[in-house]
Each structure stands twice: as structure tokens, then as C-alpha cells.
């Protein structure tokens, strides 16, 4: 679904991301790990189109999509989440996933005035699909509550369901951990096992939390100094020495 091909991104002589290059089968959940400052979240903006490689290519299903933006790339069905949620926190949990959904006949001036018809049953579509997936997520009782005042964790899922708002085919999630308790952790983990196994959901994880990574990842790819250190199962990862010494912080000794 996705290659990554000797991607490089130099910010005035700096490489946070230094001749990267993995491919992602289509229906896994692949994890990425790496010690902070290894490249993850640079090479996310890159896959995401939020920055443009220095050299290097990315292939999305086939197609090269190196030149496209965010916006074109979320036409195509790749998606992210942030490790701070971004959500419009005014909006209530419903209203953020109702805007969601692009090309809405509501958009259009024309359309409000003369298609009002069309509008509203587009919305009511979009409103159901919207409480389908609070539902879904189990976050039906603060559907009406400002996205703003929502736990961090009840963020992290409500960032999960804006994807389900698309017609995603790739989700990039950044450190869907960070910040959550271990309750709605769980309850997060399972949403994405349900979408990838359920749904086709296919994924890629950037995340520290490594009993997460164990249980939904394969493969796991270990990033260090803008590189690619180990790709493999996790316990192949997990018990590589360079991976201990570098990420982990431990020697081969220490693990034995």
C-alpha cells in the first residue's frame, strides 16, 4: 500500500530523516518506535504531505504522491492523527465529525439557496454516520458536549473517529498513547484491532507505549538518527542490541 524509497529531509544540513525507506502491506498495523529525535514524526509529515521530501520518493498505492499536499493526499484515503489532538474544541463531539465528510452540498452558497432540500438530507446522512461512530467509539453520552472539554483520552478516540469520517484507507497515528489513561487505553486498542481486522483499516503507529506496539504491531520498524536500525517482528526488534542500547537504553547484558 505504501513504499517509502531512500527518503531524505535536510533542514539546512540537519537530516531528521536520512535515506528512510520501508514498505506497508496493505491490512497491517505496522508499528514505528524509535528514541525521541530518531525521525518519526518528521517522516510522518513527510508521508503526509505536510512537508516535502529533499529527495526520495513515496508510493501510495502505486501512484507516486511525493508532490502532494495534505488536502489532495486526504482525497485519496491517507489520514493522520496527532499526538495533541486537534480538534475544533467549541465544536461539540458530534459537530466535529460532521465536518468532516468533504464535498458537503452545505458548502456551497448556491446550494443553501437553492438546494436546501439536498442539504438537508445530506446532513441528516452525515449526522447519522457521525452518531453511528460516536457509538462505535463509545462516546455517545458526550456527543453534545464541546469537543474542548473532552479527557485526553476521549480526545484520542474522538480523533480516531474523524478518520472513520473519510473514506480512509491508510491512518497514520501519532502517539495515540500519550496522555491516556490505561482504561480508555485499552478501550482505544481495541477500536483499532476492530477497524483493521473488521473494517481493512490499515495503519501505521508511532508510539512509545511498548505493550501496545507488542500487541497490535507487525511488523515493527525501529528508526534511529533519521534511519531505518531493524524491521521484523517485535520480539526481533525488542531483543536486537543495537535497538537496547539505542532506544530502549539497555545493553545485551541487561536484557539477559
Not at 79 to 106: S, Y
Not at 174 to 184: F, I, K, M, Q, S
Request: net charge negative; aromatic share 8%.
Amino acid at each position: 500500500m505504501l513504499e517509502l524509497d531512500e527518503l531524505v529531509m535536510d533542514f539546512s544540513g540537519f537530516k531528521a530523516v536520512n535515506g528512510c525507506s520501508f514498505r506497508v502491506e496493505k491490512g497491517s498495523i505496522t508499528g514505528l518506535i524509535g528514541p525521541n529525535g530518531a525521525g518519526k514524526t518528521t517522516l510522518f509529515n513527510l508521508i503526509a504531505g505536510a512537508l516535502q521530501p529533499t529527495s526520495g520518493r513515496i508510493r501510495f498505492l502505486g501512484e507516486d504522491v511525493t508532490p502532494l499536499a495534505s488536502h489532495q493526499l486526504f482525497h485519496k484515503g491517507l489520514v493522520r492523527t496527532f499526538q495533541i489532538p486537534h480538534e475544533f474544541h467549541k465544536l461539540t463531539a458530534l459537530e466535529n465529525l460532521m465536518v468532516v465528510p468533504p464535498a458537503q452540498p452545505g458548502e456551497r452558497l448556491f446550494s443553501n439557496w437553492f438546494a436546501w432540500a439536498q442539504v438537508k438530507t445530506s446532513e441528516a446522512d452525515i449526522e447519522k454516520r457521525a452518531y453511528e461512530t460516536l457509538e462505535f467509539l463509545e462516546l455517545s453520552h458526550v456527543a453534545h458536549e464541546p469537543a474542548g472539554n473532552l479527557s485526553g483520552g476521549q480526545k484520542k478516540l474522538l480523533e480516531l473517529g474523524r478518520t472513520m469520517m473519510t473514506d480512509a484507507k491508510l491512518v497514520l497515528l501519532d502517539e495515540p498513547a500519550a496522555g491516556v489513561n490505561r482504561t480508555l487505553l485499552r478501550k482505544l486498542e481495541a477500536k483499532i484491532e476492530i477497524l483493521n481486522k473488521e473494517r481493512g483499516y490499515t495503519f501505521i503507529l508511532i508510539e512509545h507505549d511498548m505493550e501496545m506496539i507488542e500487541k497490535l504491531c507487525a511488523p515493527v520498524v525501529c528508526m534511529a538518527e533519521g534511519q531505518v536500525l531493524i524491521e521484523g517482528d517485535f520480539q526481533t526488534v525488542r531483543s536486537n542490541p543495537q535497538v537496547l542500547e539505542a532506544y530502549l537504553g539497555e545493553t545485551t547484558g541487561d536484557a539477559a
